[in-house]
């Protein structure tokens, strides 16, 4: 075995012979681990997601065994470790109240225990975020491991995607055209395999940004997680996070402001979700990258989508990982990418992407002959969000990108259910849907809401899109004309939470602009009478939550939590 050739962090638990050294190696070895497995070699801690509650990361027991023998096989020393777990269809009121408490817990856990490196195993939705936003604030060598996705679903020799067909089958059954059989088996064959979803949804995206990022290895985001290859990918990510460690390859060498800019670039090309914006913003917050909500629409707004995936496209992550996967959508884009950034493999982005190839060019499009011209997000401002919003041109109606329309306002989620389909709502399709109190502290944790479902009396007479407008976000799953993250939000003084029912509203997505008509006096004179919604919790995580949330215009994070505190921890714990 060769030594690291500096100290290691472990070296203060593990290398001492006194009473401490004592302590720590002796309840270590009731696990059967042998006394030269504390000798000096590299402790690989693995951050494991795992959870029956989050069926996405369910398999991830095994996906940790091949991570722990590409560590021993390096000569390092795998200790496993369970993190907090965010499951995206079962957890209310919604997982992103949660994502900073994971964070939290996996900051503390790496940074209290004898680790030099760490291999973040992230599948569903938030926890590929609340463990890089962790790791990022400790700074040790890390490298992460998607789950996954499913296969793709098949469902009666169709092919069916993770939530896009929820709503239709759902809407079905209501109509009469599909019998509640019918319906259960569909259940099963959306589902079939383990993995997270295999649309390009919030998942699959933020798979795609972690290896566009530099973080994982190259082909992390496809590879689906029943096939023998992701088990290789955790295999070498479990040799590499020990080279890592002797090389004292840090986060902070890899998290660079070019590689948030590659990462915005790529979200582009692969029409990523929307919940991507608020991630990497708190990632970079932890790091140091100084990142801005207007970096997106500067670095990423003129990047053409390239892949022909659901929710925009037709295709899901199996296909996409045939067709190429994450490493030929990023040759495609040839020198939009800083191909000098350095990621986790110890080689540079254009190296890491050199060979790869389009096996599919129904799957993957070439930048001169796009899938879409656009698929970036367009930031908008004015008097309604003077801190920002966003829209996701590429999944909006082309006729509604600059529109006018009568307020029609739902105050929270709770008003809009019980609103949007009586009769005697007065709403045509010219009017703009606007829900309140839904974002970080209004709801709290900014539910995927805002994709709110248009009033059937609309929806029988074929429209299918109208502008909406709030402070939630929404599912990576779904699409529509729909302004998201208002910032500041309404449950935070924000204009938003000043509009009435009958307010013009103006959106110009060409010109940026996000515009209610109301004179600055009128506005002034409506915020003199309004007071703030009153938290559901008066205690607990979620009063903390409210009180220290940031919004979406910088990530959500707590502001307690931004920034990089680094690992050391002076006090032994006897
Ligand atoms: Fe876990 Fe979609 S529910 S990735």
Not at 253 to 264: C, D, G
Not at 534 to 560: E, H, K
Request: glycine share 10%; net charge neutral; with cysteine.
């Amino acid at each position: 075995m060769t030594r690291a050739r500096k100290p290691l962090r472990s070296a203060a638990w593990f290398g001492k012979l006194d009473k401490d050294g004592f302590a720590h190696r002796s309840w270590m070895k009731t696990q059967g681990l042998p006394h030269h497995l504390f000798d000096g070699r590299p402790v690989i801690g693995i951050c494991n997601t795992f959870s029956e509650l989050t069926p996405c990361n369910a398999h991830f027991r095994e996906l940790a065994e091949h991570v722990k023998r590409g560590v021993y096989e390096a000569g390092g020393f795998p200790l496993e470790f369970p993190v907090m777990s965010l499951g995206e269809s079962n957890l209310r009121p919604t997982a992103m109240l949660f994502r900073n408490l994971a964070a939290m817990d996996v900051e503390e856990s790496i940074r209290g225990n004898p680790i030099d490196g760490v291999v973040l195993l992230a599948g569903c939705d938030k926890t590929t975020p609340s463990l890089l936003m962790g790791a990022a604030s400790c700074d040790l060598p890390a490298i992460m491991v998607s789950g996954g996705p499913m296969l793709n679903g098949r469902f009666r020799n169709e092919t069916i995607g993770s939530g896009t067909v929820v709503w239709k089958f759902s809407e079905d059954v209501r109509a009469g055209d599909m019998r509640l059989d019918d319906f259960l088996e569909a259940e099963a064959s959306m589902s079939r395999s383990a993995g997270s979803c295999m649309t390009m949804g919030t998942a699959s995206t933020m798979a795609s940004m972690a290896e566009a990022l530099g973080v994982t290895l190259p082909t992390n985001a496809a590879i689906p997680a029943v096939d023998a290859r992701r088990s290789v990918l955790a295999h070498m990510s479990g040799r590499r996070i020990v080279g890592m460690v002797r090389e004292d390859l840090r986060l902070s060498r890899i998290l660079t402001r070019k590689a948030f800019e590659n990462a915005i670039r790529v979200n582009a090309a692969i029409g990523g979700s929307t919940n991507a914006v608020i991630h990497l913003l708190a990632i970079a917050g932890r790091i140091g990258v100084d990142l801005s909500l207007d970096d997106w629409d500067r670095i990423g707004g003129d990047v053409p989508c390239l892949v022909n995936l659901m929710p925009s496209g037709k295709y899901l992550m199996e296909d996409f990982y045939y067709a190429g996967g994450l490493p030929q959508v990023m040759n495609e884009l040839g020198n939009m990418l800083h191909r000098d950034a350095p990621t986790v493999s110890g080689r540079a982005v254009g190296d890491n992407i050199a060979g790869a190839v389009c096996y599919n060019r129904e799957v993957i499009f070439p930048a001169d002959r796009p899938f879409k011209p656009q698929g970036g997000v367009a930031v908008l401002r004015g008097n309604l969000a003077p801190n920002g919003a966003i829209i996701k041109p590429s999944a909006a109606t082309p006729a509604l990108m600059k529109h006018r329309g009568r307020a029609v306002v739902f105050e929270d989620i709770e008003h809009y259910k019980a609103r949007v389909d009586d009769p005697a709502l007065d709403i045509d399709e010219t009017c703009v849907m606007v829900l309140k109190n839904c974002g970080p502290k209004g709801y709290p944790g900014m539910a995927e809401v805002g994709n709110m479902g248009l009033p059937a009396k609309i929806l029988r007479k074929g429209v299918r899109d109208m502008v909406r407008i709030s402070d939630a976000r929404m599912s990576g799953t779904a699409y529509g004309t729909v302004v998201l993250h208002v910032a500041p939000e309404a449950a935070a003084g924000g204009p938003l939470a000043l509009v009435r029912d009958g307010d013009m509203i103006e959106l110009d997505v060409a010109a940026r602009r996000l515009h209610l008509d109301a004179s600055a006096a009128e506005l002034k004179r409506r915020m003199a009478a309004w007071t703030p919604p009153v938290p559901a919790m008066a205690s607990g995580y979620q009063a903390l939550y409210v009180d220290r949330v940031l919004q979406a215009d910088r990530g959500c994070d707590f502001d307690f939590l931004v920034g990089m505190r680094g690992a050391a921890v002076p006090r032994e714990s006897h």
